[in-house]
């Protein structure tokens, strides 16, 4: 692994390191806090993690953190679960986030995109008076520190106020977007009783509308806590009886009222795909978030105030967060809203074209399709003001290092990241000072204690072992909501190695420093003692033209076999004929494992998908073990059912 690219696919320039944020944080940070001056970021990584409790209080200081009442330590408790950060300090995320709006009141705080391409902004003293407003109202209605509120609204510069007006008020936040059925929904919100709910009447998608007032009725039907529902008119239609209207709420010019809360309140709910069961509702803390996404987006990613920030991402995935959070920085953030592919697979490099945007975010999966379409980004868009194209959802497989290098520029900052819903932020990653090889993230992340480890908890390098963090992470849950006794929160991450974070990924790290990600460790395959991560098998399948999508699965049967059928989902006009049969078997032979060649290869008409896009791999195992459906999935967490049930079909039909 560690030799496998010699040479770097982007270098950073002199001058590039010497203008980054962290290059000066780190001069900063050796003056007043004794960090090394010397050793680049690896050396500044390692004191970040031997001395956490300095690393986090020189954070808070380089981003000026307020906190009204301050803390008496960084760390009370390091214990995980349990670590304590900060106590005494009380603090407020929405005052850090439009802190903007005091020396840029007219700059773009937000650039609003939808499938018109057409971009209106919205001010940053726009921003904060409408929050100002929006606050106000929800104070008047009863909403206090710790009440839920929640909005089931697609990416549009209300979700962004709604967020930030319940967050001024110590609310806890939580989101779905519209394109979630009632069922999805509810499964989500009724575990933390919102008293209020933001919706709109419908959204548009791929050049359709799409009427959602049968689901916000149901959804009002169905959340006896609510005391307010507000209707986002994003269709044009009129509120429903007994709804309050949007814009009444935010006319007026009130200036927001930043409730004082502890470090420690929670700030939002975000949920895990709920595959095979009630997802987890897991709640971060405004001060955790506040300091994890400071240093994220202004040290890794390198956002400031000249920057604008485009992820395409909807309200129902944590990158939504991670976007708005953009606004910590004093960067614009771009919100889209729509079809990611309309009205060509070209459509959001033109929108980073319209937007001006520098740091340009999507997924692996979008990257694979427009190379597979020939898409040709430099082409067709003047894409000259983005200096870093960022991916994740899923590893990004070498090839699309090499097309992004090729087809968008030579000299761009290609920075694929792995994190998780779970910390709402990433483990390793973007970082604008450290060399770029093919299929590899750059570096574990500040304060991050990254490791991988065998089975008895030894540590790895150049081989591939669960990812593991062994030092608490500002922004990892506090608690699970409804999970009174932590034993469902203990249970998803410190099982394994007690004490240890296990997050449920293979990786490798390399002897150079850098991350790579194999897929899910609950999904390994291991045949012959030899594991390996499905994303392996799908980045070396899917660059066959003929292959649109597939699915890898490795079932343990009753007398002690292993089958391993790969399902393809063939791109129009292809057809699984012998020779397709042997070049597939020969491509995972020849560049994988000869060990990892399928049993079988069969077509299918598609492959199932979380709500946020992941591919659902443990569920189908299930289903070919021969679990029912209702018991082998929440059938409300995937984007087609039906595709489920050819699975389960096909189970049945092999007995």
Same mark, same amino acid.
């Given at each position: ?5 010699p040479s770097p696919l982007w270098?950073p320039?002199a ?7 962290v ?7 050796a003056?007043?806090h ?7 970021y690896p ?7 031997d001395?956490?409790d300095?690393?986090w209080?020189?954070?808070?200081e380089w981003f000026d953190?307020r906190?009204?009442t301050p803390?008496?330590?960084?760390l ?7 670590a304590?950060?900060f106590p ?6 929405a ?8 020396t840029r009141a007219?700059d ?5 995109v ?10 940053w ?8 407003s929006?606050?106000a ?10 009440d ?6 697609p990416?549009?510069?209300q979700a ?10 110590? &609310?806890?936040?939580t989101?779905?977007a519209?394109?979630?059925g009632?069922?999805?929904v509810?499964?989500?919100?009724q575990?933390?009783e919102?008293v209020v709910?933001?919706?709109?009447? &419908?959204?548009r ?6 009427d959602?007032r049968?689901?916000?009725?149901e959804l009002?039907r169905e959340l ?5 529902v507000?209707?986002v ?11 309050l209207?949007w814009?009444e709420?935010?006319?007026?010019d ?11 309140h929670?700030?939002w ?5 709920g ?5 987890k ?5 405004q001060?955790g978030?506040?300091v ?6 202004g040290?890794?990613?390198d956002l &400031?105030p000249?920057d604008?920030?485009f992820w395409?991402t909807?309200?129902?995935?944590m990158?939504?967060?991670?976007l708005v959070s ?10 889209y ?6 009205p060509?697979?070209?459509a959001q490099w033109?929108?980073?074209e ?5 740091l340009?975010?999507t997924?692996a999966?979008?990257?694979m399709a ?10 067709d ?7 870093c194209?960022?991916?994740t959802?899923?590893p ?7 097309w ?12 694929s ?10 483990f ?5 000072t450290l060399?770029?090889?093919?299929g590899?993230?750059q570096?574990p992340?500040l304060g991050?204690?990254l490791?991988s480890?065998d089975?008895d908890g030894?540590?790895?390098?150049d081989?591939v ?13 506090i608690?699970?909501?409804n ?10 991450y410190?099982?394994?190695y007690p004490?240890v974070?296990?997050?449920g990924?293979?990786i ?5 420093g850098s991350?790579v990600?194999?897929?899910?460790s609950?999904?390994?395959l ?5 594991r390996m ?10 660059r066959l033209?003929?292959?649109k999508?597939?699915l ?5 049967q ?14 129009p006009g292809?057809?699984?004929d012998q020779d ?6 020969r491509t995972?032979r ?5 060990r990892h ?8 008409p &598609?492959v199932?998908?979380?709500l946020?896009?992941?591919?659902i791999e443990?569920?189908v ?10 018991k082998?999935?929440n059938i409300g ?15 049945r039909e092999?007995?």
């Open positions: 692994m560690s030799t496998a690219n270098q320039t001058e590039v390191v010497a203008r980054a944020q290059t000066k944080f780190q001069a900063w940070a003056e007043e004794g960090a090394p001056a010397a050793g680049g050396a500044l990584h390692r004191w970040s993690v001395h956490l300095t690393f209080k020189a954070v808070t953190v906190f009204p803390f008496t330590r960084v009370g408790d390091r214990s995980m679960p349990g304590q950060w005494g300090a009380t603090v407020n995320y005052e850090h986030a439009l802190r903007a709006a005091g007219g773009p705080a937000l650039l609003h939808d499938e018109t391409h057409e971009t209106v902004a919205v001010t003293s726009e921003l904060r008076r409408q929050v100002g929006l606050a109202e929800l104070r008047s209605l009863g909403v206090r520190p710790g839920r509120v929640s909005g089931y609204l990416n549009i510069p962004v106020v709604a967020l930030l007006a319940t967050a001024a008020v110590g &609310g806890v936040w989101s779905c519209p394109d979630f009632a069922r999805s509810l499964d989500r919100f575990q933390v919102p709910l933001f919706t709109v009447d &419908g959204y998608y791929g050049g359709r509308e799409h959602r049968d689901v916000v009725a009002r006896p806590t609510l005391r307010a507000v209707h008119p994003l269709l044009g239609t009129e509120a429903p009886e007994g709804a209207d814009t709420l935010t006319s007026a009130v200036e927001p009222v930043f409730e004082e809360v502890p470090f420690d929670p700030l709910v975000l949920y895990s795909s595959t095979t069961g009630l997802p509702a897991i709640v971060q803390s001060g978030i506040l994890e996404h400071l240093k994220q987006l040290l890794h990613c &400031g000249g604008r920030f395409y909807s309200t129902g995935w990158m939504w967060n991670f953009g606004l910590l920085t004093g960067t614009t953030i771009v919100l809203d729509g079809s990611p592919g309309y060509d697979t070209g033109r929108i980073a319209r937007t001006g945007a520098t340009f975010g997924s999966a979008y990257v427009c190379r597979k379409a020939g898409v040709h980004p430099a082409r868009a003047d894409l000259s003001r983005v200096r194209v960022a991916t959802g899923s990004l497989p070498p090839d699309g290092f090499r992004l290098h090729d087809e968008v520029r030579d000299d761009l900052w290609i920075a990241v792995s994190g998780g819903t779970d910390v709402c932020s990433c390793a990653g973007a970082v604008p060399p770029v090889h093919i590899e993230l570096a992340c991050t204690d490791r480890w089975a030894k540590p790895l390098v081989e072992g669960e990812l593991v963090v062994t030092n608490p992470m500002p922004s990892m849950p608690r699970f909501w999970d009174p006794d932590g034993s469902r929160y203990h249970d998803s410190f099982d394994t004490g974070w296990r997050h990924d293979w490798t790290l390399t002897s150079r991350v990600i194999h897929g899910r609950d999904s390994t291991n045949r012959q003692g030899v991560g499905s994303a392996d098998i799908y980045e070396a399948v899917e033209p003929e292959i999508e597939s890898v699965i490795g079932v343990e009753p007398d002690g076999g292993y089958w391993m059928p790969l399902f393809v989902h063939l791109a292809a057809v699984l397709l049969l042997d070049r597939i078997k995972i020849e560049q994988l494992s000869p060649v399928p049993d079988e290869v069969i077509e299918v &598609g199932p998908h979380t946020t896009g992941k591919r443990v569920p195992k299930r289903l070919l073990q021969g679990a029912a459906l209702e082998a999935v967490s995937v984007d087609d059912v039906e595709l489920l049930r050819f699975y389960e079909n096909l189970a092999r007995g």
